[in-house]
């Protein structure tokens, strides 16, 4: 099923030009307006039957690589450097992006790169970022080292956009299920107490639980909100210790279906940064100490740096990479390194860890939804069975 998507693209000759186009999805809008040869600076579903498109801005990660895919496509049709950030700068559609990229052409106009003017502003662009243009540099291929990271991050908006679609439906039901017993200890079970008391009598374990928890909750409610805020600042602080960050990373690998899928994300990540450095031309030690920088997990990023410095001492990169990437990975990249296209193997290796993301995500989700329905489920009866219970015992001591 195709949509209207109404663009703000340049020409080949720097003209801005304004239309709708029918696409699948936004990927497909993209590059169907680079296939007219049309550098899209802004893209917008039509929000109503007129064709007025939304003018909220882009999230960082989308408007970067926007961005990203603005360079690469004025540069391949011969647009001058200079030209091409002035014009990307002026449409990002994120006021960091459009910052940090008016910095980076002002810096370009002062005589430095445009991988030095970039390594400038990290919180935008990062290590791996300044690594492909570094390599596009050297190589004299810029346009198309742009072009394959904005690939890499279209990819990685895409896949991020689909674990937040997955986890929607699960984090409604928590925050519906959340609502519902607070309503309960807010509301129902005081009014239910007030009138069991009147009546007198020995209350069952069950009522008295369930009473003391509502008293908690609506008497007690600034000493929960003081131990959450004091639980979570013990939290960051244990955290902020390299030793103890990397082993709660470590322990988090351990955990069922949920380090199974970090796992698997850093993996693909990994691999695909590292395929596109290598593929840009980048040597293998520089290569592998700036994909390692996109892993966030302290505990891989050990094991990556362990391995980045034993193939600095000559061993081969699927050896050193055992032992923390999955067995299939440095099976593929030793498979690279035999044949001679390691750069190619590594995107293939992302391609089957994105896909297993997707798979073990769709498998976590079916585990989550159940288990937060049972969960609701528990409480309630559990409230109910308390009534009950305070009932039938306020009648037999009656009659």
Known sequence: MTSGYRYRASTPDGQVVEGV??????????????????????????????????????????????F?????????????LDRTLAFAAAQARHPDVADAARQVHQSLREGASLSEAMARHPEVFTSLIVAMVSAGEESGGLDEAMARLADHLDALV?????????????GLMAIVSGTGITILLLFVVPRFAALIADEG?????????????SGLVVDGWWVLLLGGA??????????GRPENRRRWHARRLRLPLVGEL????????????LGMLLRSGRPMLPALR????????????????????????????????????????????AV????????????????????EVRRTLHTLVGVIEPALILLFALVVGFVALAMLQAIYSINTSLL
């Not at 990203?68 to 001058?80: I, S």
């Open 21 to 66: 186009v029918q696409a699948a999805s936004p990927l497909t809008a993209l590059e169907e307006l680079r296939r007219q040869r049309l550098y899209p600076v802004a893209l917008a579903p039509i929000s109503d039957a007129r064709g007025a498109p939304r003018q909220s801005s882009l999230g960082r990660a989308q408007a970067l690589a926007l």
């Open 68 to 80: 990203t895919r603005t360079v690469a496509t004025m540069l391949d049709a011969g647009v001058a």
């Open 158 to 170: 895409e896949l991020k956009a689909e674990v937040r679609a997955s986890l929607l439906y699960p």
């Open 201 to 213: 009598g020995a209350l069952p374990l069950s009522t008295r639980l369930l009473v003391a928890a």
């Open 230 to 239: 004091l639980l979570a600042g013990a939290v960051r602080s244990w955290l």
């Open 262 to 273: 970090e796992l698997k994300y850093a993996t693909a990540r990994f691999a695909r940064s």
């Open 290 to 333: 700036a994909a390692r920088a996109t892993v966030l997990n302290a505990e891989l990023g050990a094991g990556l740096d362990r391995a980045a410095e034993a193939v600095s001492h000559g061993k081969r990169v699927h050896v050193a990479l055992s032992g923390t990437l999955p067995p299939l990975a440095t099976e593929l990249i």
């Open 336 to 355: 690279g390194e035999g044949s001679g296209r390691l750069e190619d193997l590594c995107l293939r290796v992302a391609d089957a860890y994105d896909s």
